[in-house]
């Protein structure tokens, strides 16, 4: 059993530096850092060691109390919910700021919640500057000049937070075998943060009607049934030319990233605004890194209302009204959400022809109808990305039961494949010796991973194949030469006798 860290949470307000020490701290760039205000929002957990102890290592976004808007009011509760489990709080301050009114607003909401905090007096970058942290002792507890950016005196603030709390003693961090990384990718505002409170069973990411609320990835553990995931929410991709702040631009690099180290992702798609180009993007960015995919369309219910309603409305239409027998009237509840399911699916495949092989889900995050359905998928994700096929079992399946001569593209050479294995694992790539030097046409291709993925089930993963050219022996150069020269000579039977039989005539 994983032993609980004692965690150490860093608040202030905003464009102190928190980030900065939170990187600093951990040793990670996972926070965001960008001269814009207001840029961390969700929690954001790492892990500090030091002196052979380890501390967990909370960064929360710059709080501002008295803002009544939807965003600063979810920053402040989801600080609310830090602090309640924190061993220590270090208030963040700007040295070159001074102290000012909302800093000391902050301490006397951190003295109100009975845990011990000390104050970190960042962007104190030289000895001269150390002055600057002295106005700070009028709040009354321990002052740390610190310059997160460089490093200078943190250690002293580590010796505190090692004083202050029950540290457990470090150890060597191994990967856990069987964890399943799961990225909930796709454009903003689609429903990511919802699926993940859903899905880990909290609010643990801040959901708002304001597109491009999440910005830092947010990454959660958690176990269901007997299976271990780590749930990763992104921020919501868009083309370049649409990200503007700094802030945005390097949130969408790090959506890539989180997606680059996930098996699994979860490719978010709004239900009432059907698939977009964004989302055919982003579907492809999954699909060249290798990831194994699960197509989420998401505010399914939002969905269904709206084809009820646009059914009613095209029944009041003439046209609507021609389709019914005289004095029949149109019944909504005949409406058949199967029905708009089926032709919805047949829509999202013509759109993403590319990830036939992914499985389809429709869901509401927000009411939890059908969400149950998303930990099967997943886990039959991973199976089959994880899945080996013995040399045997593919070379026996590729004498007998596949004819490679139906998936030759016509009036090229015949493709013979002399042997197939399987090369690694994460996506399954295929390494085949043929005889072709230049490599098979995608259409080929194609053919052959539809002859794999009918034989052995491979739901929801890419299937990569590598091409090598085999130098043939003489006996099987002699055989195919031969096997060319009988259908020549059949063909020139055939055309002597079509010549006899029109000089009979």
């Not at 960064?59 to 808007?69: R, Y």
């Not at 202050?164 to 454009?187: D, L, M, N, Y």
């Not at 990200?243 to 490719?267: H, I, N, P």
Request: hydrophobic share 35%; proline share 5%.
């Amino acid at each position: 059993m994983t032993t609980q860290l004692p965690s150490l949470v860093i608040l202030g307000r905003p464009n102190v530096g928190k980030s900065t020490l939170f990187n600093r701290l951990t040793g990670t760039r996972r926070s965001i850092v960008t001269n814009e205000p207001g840029i961390t929002r969700d929690r954001i957990y790492g892990k500090a060691e030091w002196r052979g102890r380890a501390l967990e290592i909370v960064d929360t976004g710059g709080i501002v109390p008295d803002d009544k808007a939807l965003i600063p009011q979810e920053i402040l509760r989801q600080a609310h919910v830090a602090i309640k489990k924190a061993a220590l709080l270090v208030l963040v301050v700007d040295s070159q700021a001074g102290l000012t009114p909302l800093d000391e607003e902050l301490a006397r909401l951190l003295r109100t919640t009975g845990k011990p905090f000390v104050i970190a007096v960042n962007k104190v970058d030289a000895p001269s500057q150390e002055a600057n942290a002295g106005v700070f002792h009028r709040i009354g507890v321990p002052i740390f000049p610190i310059a997160a950016e460089h490093g200078t005196g943190v250690d002293d603030l580590l010796d505190e937070a090692l004083k202050q709390t029950e540290v457990v003693a470090s150890v060597e961090e191994e990967k856990q075998p069987g964890v399943i990384e799961v990225a909930i990718i796709g454009r903003p505002n689609v429903g990511k943060s919802t699926l993940l409170n859903r899905m880990v069973g909290e609010e643990r990411s801040i959901v708002s009607p304001i597109p491009g609320t999440t910005m830092d990835n947010v990454d959660l553990e958690i176990t269901h049934g007997d299976r271990n995931y780590r749930f990763v929410d992104t921020a919501g991709i868009r083309r370049k030319g649409k990200t503007t702040l700094v802030a945005e631009k390097l949130s969408v690099v790090m959506a890539r990233r989180g997606l680059e180290r996930c098996d699994v992702a979860l490719l978010v798609v709004d239900g009432e605004q059907g698939v977009t180009q964004g989302d055919a993007q982003i579907a492809s960015y999954a699909e060249e890194s290798g990831r194994s995919v699960v197509i989420v369309i998401n505010k399914w219910d939002l969905a269904v209302v709206a084809a009820r309603a646009a059914a009613s409305r095209d029944a009041a239409t003439t046209k609507g009204k021609a389709k019914r027998a005289p004095g029949e009237r149109h019944k909504p509840e005949n409406f058949d959400p199967g029905r708009l399911m089926f032709d919805y699916e047949k829509m999202i495949r013509a759109k993403l022809k590319f990830l036939s092989y992914a499985p389809i889900v429709f869901l509401s995050a927000q009411t939890g109808e059908r969400a149950d359905k998303l930990f099967p998928l997943i886990n039959q994700c991973w199976e089959a990305r994880q899945r080996r096929i013995s040399t045997p079992a593919l070379n026996n399946w590729l004498k007998e039961e596949v004819d490679l001569q139906r998936g030759t593209t016509p009036g090229a050479r015949p493709v013979r494949i002399y042997y197939i294995t399987q090369a690694k694992i994460g996506p399954p790539t295929f390494l085949i010796f043929t005889n072709q030097k230049t490599p098979l046409h995608f259409s080929y291709e194609r053919f052959l991973e539809n002859q794999l993925r009918a034989k052995f089930d491979f739901i929801g993963t890419p299937v990569r194949f590598v091409q090598r050219l085999r130098k043939r022996d003489d006996k099987s150069e002699r055989d195919e030469k031969s096997s060319r020269g009988d259908q020549s000579s059949r063909r020139n039977k055939s055309r002597r006798g079509d010549k006899s039989s029109r000089g009979d005539k």
